[in-house]
Each structure stands twice: as structure tokens, then as C-alpha cells.
């Protein structure tokens, strides 16, 4: 009896404990040490206290007072001040005591998001040493927000976050495009800057849209739905999920893509070409696969003894780029998304049998490197007993088809950065209600696939980002850069199409900018390395748009093309002075298009603001494009040195 009640009060003092440590009035960590607040705006801070507790916040003499709800947050609002500091921000509940972030300034919030070539870090850039070197700047602060993902919106970060001052030790692993902005931004406008990076490579931009705006999109509410079924069953939610897309890849032609006894072991694959997949597919010396965006079929046979045939165990086969569908002895035995994520499938006793056994994968990329691109020594079969067995390394394949003739197929919702509102609500909502100067926005490289839906989504984003922020919110945006083949000849290009979107629905939008990067990127590299042209780029939009200076802030854009004769005239603005073409007497990188979307390429000559396109056969409906590959050559600028946007027009 002793004993129990030892332990029993013991839990009492612990649960006390407890509470007494979850009641203690603090700040949210966007309001920690260092902090930015933004300025020439209310001031809207928060936190948790005790449910019910009375709260006082004070500012460099200003204060403000607040109520923690029944779950223990609070909220006060804090007039607007301008630029200054540093100063402390303290948090008062008089039952409680205190909090107090130290050296927190009065100036510019910028949020910095999308994917990958958002988050590279300055550790990666062109002339790192130089840079990092020479990165101190005390008025100028990081706040990187960790990768994490969740079904429903969050509060408060559950990876924690600081901020910190810029320096050699900060900057190293922060956003290079961010900082590199920020760093300019603050020379220029003699302003403190607050930089927030929040940002995850490979991510598609309906994991950064929330759910009611998703809502919606018609193309995205199934998915919503499902992702709320998710939260409440997940196991039920995904196989109902499976389902789905089972049924997608059926109705996606099955002798185009590949018929589903390509994954029986009756199936005689001999007729099949050998490989040995280690690298992405485009490396991999097959002529065939060199530019390859699509489906490919790999099936392969390993040999297992009855000893470990009778085990349970777990077929691992590194990452996959992007999608694929892994079956064991023609049964089904997973399917993965994330292109950088290795693939591990749990294999119950009997799945195989003593002997051969055939492992078929279908894998689909949609754009960028694709294939079972991990080394062979990720492929392999691991058994309960501890033994291992080589999968591989050399498979047959088969290309099934383009990924114009199947398109991708539904994400799930629940998929860490390629599922729905995801990042959002893990990533972006816990900053609600936080005073901005603007948004930098860099992403659409794993939205290539479908430019036009994208079209429709990228102005959802804007309008879901604002209505959380700032309703006139600025929207500056990094058109993406020049990645992939060259090409001889016009052709088709999905970047080509999704930069249109970009720059489409850019014009349309009265607070966003474009930053075109299209002669700044590498053609055999997605993460090119000079973002400090990136981040100053955005900077002169930022400059000329947000803060009134007198400046060119975009290479030119056309205003229109017209027949005149024989020719065609295309008019230009942002290009007061001329264009300059470099490196040439002409401009490369027009082509005339016939209603059939049949191209050609036609001579060109500037002249003044004008582009003259000589001998051009004009078929009676025909639009003009420029720039229009996924790697094209751009020789067009105006006199401040930025780059022409590539676009695709009417002719009049």
C-alpha cells in the first residue's frame, strides 16, 4: 500500500508539474531573440499562457493587452512603429511571470518559399568563401522554418526555429536566393530585414495552397476530401486512395503504358534491352532515354534460399525518380512518390519461394532526371535472420510511354511535398497574422507537367497568401531558369509552357513581379549556382515595385506582334534606350507558329523597341514564341543588362 501511494503521489507531482510548465506565458518563436517585426504596421504577436490568464505586452514603451483562450493561446496587437531598435519585447502574466526577447528590430519581413532552387543554401553557390565571408550584417536576420509536414493546419512549429543574425555560421546553410536579396534590400533601402525561409525541394504548389482554397480548384477537391478521410482512418483513407489510382493507370491506355502482365512472372521479358540502373536514366548511355520524361518497365530475377523464402523480410530499392509501382512475383508490394526518398517494401513470409523470383517495377518521370537512380548497392533484399541478398544489378526495361501520352497521376493528398496543403499548414500557417513586406516565390519545377493547371493555381496561391497576410500582399516571382536539352529545331518544351503560365499570370496581377532567370541557369543542372543574379533580380523588383525607386527592373517584354506586309513588328517595353543584342548582329529565338502549333524559326532584327521578323511565312492563324525550349539561347536585352522574357503571343 506504501508503494501505491508513493507512486501515486509521485504522478500527481508530476502531472502538477506539468501543467505548471505548459501554463508559463511565452512567445512564439517567429518572436524570439533577434527577431524582425514588420514595420508601419500593427503588430500582431502571440503565444501560449494559462487558459484565461490576463496578458501584457510592451514594445519600446508601447504596450498591449491580451486573453489566453481556453487552449491557452493569446494574442495582443501592438501599434505600428517605424524602422528601429534594438529593442526588447516582453510578455507579462502577472499569475506566471514573464518572457522576454531580446534584440528584436522594427523593420522589413520578407517570406521566402518554394522548392528546391529556393532552399539551396549559400554553402552551394558560386564563390561561396567570398560570400560567406563577407556575410555579417548585423541589421540583417535569418529564420529558417524546417522541413515538416502535416494533415491539418498548425499553430506553432513543431521543429523548433530561432532567428539569427546574418554571418559566417548563419548564412551557410540559409536560402542563397533569399539572402542574397535581403543583403541587397537592406543596403539599398537603409532598412532592417527580416528573412524567413520556408521552403522544400521537390514540392508541388498545391502542398503550399490550404485547404479551403484548394477547395476550390476543382481539380483538387477530391483530393482534400481524401486527406481529410486521412486524418480520421489513415489506413482506410489509403487503400480506398490506391484504388483510385489503379483505376487511373488503367484508363491511361494500358497498351501504351504497358499492360499489367508486364508484371507477371509468365511474362517473357527476353526480347527486353539490359541495363544497370545506378544514376539517373539520362546518364545511362541509352540513346533512347537521353531526354526521356515518361514510363519505363525494369524487371529483374533473384535467386533466395527456402530458409530465408520462409521469413518474413523487406525489398529496398534506394530512391526512385519519380513515381513507381513495385511488384514481387506479380503480386503488388508498393508504390512510392518522392523522388528522393528510398523505397522500402515489407515482404510477408511466403511472398517468395525458394529460387527465382521476379521483381518488376514500373516507374514514371515527370520531368528532370528520372529511374531507380541509387546505387546497386541500395538494391537488395533483407531478410529477418539478418541475411542480404543483391537485387540486380542488371534489369531488363522498356520504355511504355511518353509522359505527354500518359500525363501523372493523382498525388496523395497526405505525400510529404507532392501531396495538398500539406506544407502549408505545417510550414506557413504557424506565421498567420505575421506583418510582411512581400512574398519571394520560387517553385514550378514539379509543376512542369501541366502548365495549365498551373495557370490556374498560381493565382489561387496569391489570393490564398493574402487573404492569410496582406491583401495587397507583393508576389515576386522567379520565372524558371534555362534546364535541359538543347534543341536544333522547335519543338514542344513543358518548362517553355510553364514559364508562359508564369509570366501570364504575373502580367495580370497588379502586386506581383517577374524575375527572369532564362540565361542564368545550367542546362545539365536544376540547382544552378549563381543565386546572388537570383536574389538581385528580385531585388530590383522589390526596389522598383515595393519601394518607389527609379529603376529598370525587367529585361523586355512585348506588348504585342503585328503583320505588316511581309513582316512581322513585335513592340517591346522595358526597353527604354533600345535592345541590345549580344554576341551577334541578330537575335535568336523566334519562331512563327501555324494553328497546328507547326513552328519554324524566322530571321530577326532589332530596331529601337522593336523586333522585325523578315520573310516570315504567316499562315492566317499564327502565334509568335520566343525562347521557346526548355534550354534556349538568349541573346535579347535591354540596356540594363536583363534578359528578354520568353513568351508565346497572337499575331495580329
Given at each position: ?9 509521485l ?39 494559462a ?28 501599434p ?19 518572457a ?20 539551396m543554401q549559400v ?27 502535416s ?24 536560402s ?17 530585414v527580416?528573412?524567413i ?8 504548389i ?7 482554397s ?56 527476353r ?68 523522388w ?11 511472398t ?92 514550378g ?15 489561387l496561391?496569391?489570393r ?14 522567379v ?22 503560365s508564369?509570366r ?34 528580385l ?11 527609379q ?30 543584342v ?25 530596331a ?13 492563324r499564327?502565334h ?24 508565346d503571343?497572337?499575331?495580329?
Amino acid at each position: 500500500m506504501r508503494e501505491r501511494m508513493s507512486r501515486t503521489t509521485l504522478l500527481v507531482l508530476l502531472a502538477a508539474s506539468a501543467h505548471a510548465g505548459a501554463s508559463v506565458v511565452t512567445l512564439d518563436s517567429q518572436f524570439q531573440d533577434h527577431a524582425v517585426l514588420q514595420r508601419d504596421r500593427v503588430i500582431v504577436v502571440g503565444g501560449t499562457a494559462a487558459p484565461g490568464a490576463a496578458i501584457q505586452v510592451s514594445l519600446a514603451g508601447q504596450q498591449a493587452a491580451g486573453k489566453a483562450d481556453g487552449a491557452g493561446r493569446w494574442q495582443a496587437t501592438l501599434p505600428p512603429r517605424g524602422a528601429g531598435g534594438p529593442y526588447d519585447l516582453e510578455v507579462r502574466d502577472d499569475a506566471s511571470g514573464s518572457a522576454v526577447a531580446h534584440d528584436v528590430l522594427v523593420g522589413d519581413v520578407w517570406l521566402c518559399s518554394g522548392q528546391s532552387n529556393m532552399e539551396m543554401q549559400v554553402r552551394r553557390v558560386s564563390n561561396l568563401e567570398t560570400e560567406i565571408g563577407a556575410s555579417a550584417n548585423s541589421r540583417v536576420r535569418l529564420l529558417h522554418v524546417e522541413r515538416d509536414s502535416s494533415i491539418a493546419p498548425l499553430t506553432q512549429f513543431v521543429p523548433p526555429v530561432a532567428w539569427r543574425v546574418a554571418g559566417p555560421g548563419t548564412v551557410n546553410d540559409f536560402s542563397a536566393a533569399c539572402f542574397f536579396f535581403g543583403r541587397e534590400i537592406e543596403h539599398n533601402e537603409n532598412v532592417p530585414v527580416g528573412l524567413i525561409d520556408s521552403s522544400w525541394g521537390g514540392s508541388i504548389i498545391q502542398a503550399w495552397i490550404s485547404a479551403a482554397s484548394l477547395r476550390a480548384h476543382g481539380g483538387s477537391r477530391d483530393g482534400v476530401d481524401a486527406l481529410e478521410a486521412y486524418a480520421r482512418n489513415p489506413a482506410a483513407a489509403a487503400a480506398r486512395w490506391q484504388e483510385n489510382t489503379e483505376q487511373w493507370w488503367q484508363a491511361r491506355n494500358p497498351a501504351a503504358i504497358g499492360p499489367a502482365s508486364w508484371s507477371a512472372v509468365s511474362f517473357d521479358d527476353r526480347a527486353w534491352p539490359q541495363m544497370r540502373p545506378a544514376g539517373i536514366w539520362e546518364n545511362s548511355g541509352v540513346e533512347a532515354l537521353k531526354n526521356f520524361d515518361g514510363i519505363v518497365w525494369f524487371r529483374t530475377v533473384v535467386d533466395v534460399s527456402a530458409t530465408q523464402a520462409a521469413e518474413a523480410g523487406t525489398l529496398e530499392l534506394g530512391p526512385i525518380d519519380d513515381i513507381d509501382t513495385t511488384w514481387v512475383n506479380g503480386v503488388r508490394v508498393g508504390s512510392g512518390e518522392a523522388w528522393d526518398q528510398p523505397r522500402f517494401y515489407p515482404l510477408a513470409a511466403g511472398t517468395l519461394h525458394a529460387g527465382s523470383n521476379l521483381i518488376a517495377v514500373r516507374v514514371l518521370d515527370t520531368g528532370g532526371g528520372g529511374g531507380m537512380w541509387g546505387p546497386p548497392e541500395q538494391k537488395l533484399l533483407r531478410f529477418a535472420d539478418g541475411s542480404v541478398v543483391a537485387v540486380g544489378p542488371r534489369w531488363r526495361y522498356r520504355i511504355a510511354g511518353t509522359l505527354p501520352q500518359v500525363g501523372v497521376p493523382p498525388h496523395s493528398p497526405w505525400t510529404p511535398a507532392i501531396g495538398l496543403t500539406t506544407l502549408y499548414n505545417g510550414m506557413i500557417h504557424p506565421l498567420a497574422g505575421l506583418g510582411l513586406r512581400g512574398v519571394l516565390w520560387y517553385q514550378g519545377e514539379a509543376n512542369t507537367a501541366d502548365a495549365a493547371e498551373y495557370a490556374q493555381l498560381l493565382p489561387l496561391f496569391f489570393r490564398d497568401w493574402r487573404r492569410e497576410f496582406n491583401a495587397e500582399l507583393p508576389m515576386l516571382v522567379v520565372q524558371l531558369a534555362n534546364f535541359g536539352p538543347a534543341r536544333a529545331a522547335p519543338a514542344d518544351s513543358a518548362w517553355a509552357a510553364l514559364r508562359e503560365s508564369q509570366r501570364r499570370v504575373v502580367d495580370a496581377d497588379a502586386h506581383a513581379g517577374l524575375a527572369v532567370t532564362i540565361d542564368i541557369g545550367d542546362r545539365f543542372d536544376i540547382h544552378p549556382t549563381n543565386k546572388q543574379e537570383v536574389g538581385h533580380r528580385l531585388a530590383l523588383l522589390a526596389r522598383h515595385r515595393v519601394y518607389g525607386e527609379q529603376l529598370e527592373d525587367s529585361g523586355p517584354e512585348p506588348t504585342g506582334a503585328a503583320r505588316q506586309a511581309d513582316r512581322v513588328i513585335v513592340e517591346y517595353t522595358h526597353a527604354n534606350g533600345g535592345l541590345v543584342v549580344q554576341g551577334s548582329n541578330r537575335p535568336a529565338g523566334f519562331e512563327i507558329c501555324d494553328g497546328a502549333d507547326h513552328c519554324h524559326f524566322v530571321d530577326a532584327m532589332a530596331a529601337g523597341t522593336r523586333i522585325v521578323l523578315r520573310g516570315a511565312q504567316l499562315p492566317r492563324r499564327a502565334h509568335l514564341r520566343y525562347a521557346w525550349s526548355d534550354s534556349p539561347v538568349c541573346n535579347l536585352y535591354n540596356t540594363a543588362g536583363l534578359p528578354a522574357v520568353p513568351f508565346d503571343i497572337p499575331i495580329r
